[in-house]
């Protein structure tokens, strides 16, 4: 049996939001099995939002949940390293709405939870295996997903610009391929994008500590990787598609997709319900029957 994990420890961090600027203060949680994966806004009484696509919200720059009166923003990366270091369940305080941005990358949260540990609970885990392929787009915006015995992500990107033109990347997503090749590429934005997202109340934290930003005949700061933007790209999609509320097991395809894309195909996933089976270990054979419950129900029994 593949078991559950939490953390060992609770463990806290302090940073500013991206978007609002503010200052937040991240504290991590062990939490029970079948708990899942739940924000918890300690400004806000404790109100509990899970992670999954029922309480989707704000998408535009970043990605965010709602839930009553409550939101929170920016989780794409605190996402993507949770679902790599394979954490099932963990409590994940905010004093604020919106995840810390720390350096851009995914890397200062692999780092918190190397420091918390991660501990094996007695109940198994559950994998979404998918058996027949599920494709969406949105103008020239593609994304897909074919079965696979792993997790796997392609991603190309492209724009319109002399220093970003095509990026293209395949990942087996393991905890070590994660950790060293996507979990420290950073955000970025195109500098002639800073001061609309500014007047747009966005970006207000930004800074070249924690995004890289391409100007007109360069990028303004050092790169960590040659094909650091498309990376990041991996890094967000993994983030995005953990809405889906159960480590998948399947080979997800990507060309200039966004956070809007990312989950809105988490969202098309489980709709899909005969696309897809609940299995036990990534290796078993995925031809049980699909979950009997409606998507709805099935992400909330993933909470
Ligand atoms: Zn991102």
Same mark, same amino acid.
């Given at each position: 049996?593949?078991?559950? +994990?939490?953390? &060992? &420890?609770?463990?806290?961090?302090?940073?500013?939001?991206?978007?609002?600027?503010?200052?937040?203060?991240?504290?991590?949680?062990?939490?029970?099995?079948?708990?899942?994966? $739940?924000?918890?806004?300690?400004?806000?009484?404790?109100?509990?939002?899970?992670?999954?696509?029922? #309480?989707?919200?704000?998408?535009?720059? %970043?990605?965010?949940?709602?839930?009553?009166?409550?939101?929170?923003?920016?989780?794409?990366?605190?996402?993507?390293?949770?679902?790599?270091?394979?954490?099932?369940? /963990?409590?994940?305080? @905010?004093?604020?709405?919106?995840?810390?941005?720390?350096?851009?990358?995914?890397?200062?949260?692999?780092?918190?939870?190397?420091?918390?540990?991660?501990? +094996?609970?007695?109940?198994? +885990?559950?994998?979404?295996? /998918?058996?027949?392929?599920?494709?969406?787009?949105?103008?020239?915006?593609?994304?897909?997903?074919?079965?696979?015995?792993?997790?796997?992500?392609?991603?190309?990107?492209?724009?319109?610009?002399?220093?970003? +033109?095509?990026?293209?990347?395949?990942?087996?997503?393991?905890?070590?391929?994660?950790?060293?090749?996507?979990?420290?590429? $950073?955000?970025?934005?195109?500098?002639?994008?800073?001061? @609309?997202?500014?007047? #747009?109340?966005?970006?207000?934290?930004?800074?070249?500590? #924690?995004?890289?930003?391409?100007?007109?005949?360069?990028?303004? #700061?050092?790169?960590?990787?040659? *094909?650091?933007? /498309?990376? =990041?790209?991996?890094?967000?999609?993994?983030? *995005?598609?953990?809405?889906?509320?159960?480590?998948?097991?399947?080979?997800?395809?990507? =060309? &200039? %997709?966004? =956070?809007?894309?990312?989950?809105?195909?988490?969202?098309?996933?489980?709709?899909?319900?005969?696309?897809?089976?609940? /299995?036990?270990?990534?290796?078993?054979?995925?031809?049980?029957?699909?979950?009997?419950?409606?998507?709805?129900?099935?992400? &909330?029994?993933?909470?």
């Amino acid at each position: 049996m593949d078991a559950q +994990r939490t953390l &060992r &420890r609770s463990i806290s961090c302090a940073g500013i939001g991206l978007h609002s600027g503010k200052k937040v203060t991240l504290s991590l949680k062990p939490a029970p099995a079948d708990f899942g994966i $739940r924000f918890r806004r300690t400004d806000l009484g404790g109100l509990e939002i899970p992670a999954t696509v029922a #309480n989707l919200g704000g998408i535009q720059y %970043a990605t965010g949940l709602t839930r009553d009166e409550g939101t929170v923003d920016t989780i794409e990366h605190l996402l993507a390293a949770l679902v790599s270091r394979g954490v099932d369940n /963990v409590i994940i305080e @905010l004093n604020t709405p919106e995840v810390p941005i720390m350096d851009g990358s995914a890397a200062p949260f692999i780092y918190l939870l190397e420091e918390a540990g991660i501990k +094996r609970l007695s109940a198994g +885990r559950r994998f979404l295996k /998918v058996t027949r392929p599920i494709a969406m787009s949105h103008g020239d915006k593609r994304i897909a997903i074919y079965p696979s015995d792993h997790f796997k992500v392609t991603y190309s990107i492209s724009f319109d610009h002399p220093l970003l +033109r095509h990026q293209a990347r395949t990942l087996r997503v393991t905890e070590e391929s994660f950790a060293e090749e996507i979990a420290p590429a $950073r955000t970025f934005c195109f500098l002639k994008e800073v001061e @609309l997202l500014r007047q #747009n109340g966005l970006a207000l934290g930004g800074s070249l500590d #924690n995004a890289i930003v391409i100007g007109e005949t360069g990028v303004l #700061n050092a790169l960590r990787f040659e *094909d650091e933007f /498309v990376r =990041h790209k991996i890094l967000d999609a993994i983030g *995005d598609l953990s809405l889906v509320g159960y480590p998948v097991i399947g080979h997800l395809v990507a =060309h &200039r %997709a966004g =956070h809007a894309l990312h989950t809105a195909f988490a969202t098309r996933i489980l709709e899909e319900t005969d696309a897809w089976s609940i /299995v036990e270990s990534p290796s078993d054979a995925a031809v049980g029957v699909p979950l009997a419950q409606p998507a709805s129900s099935a992400a &909330r029994l993933a909470n």
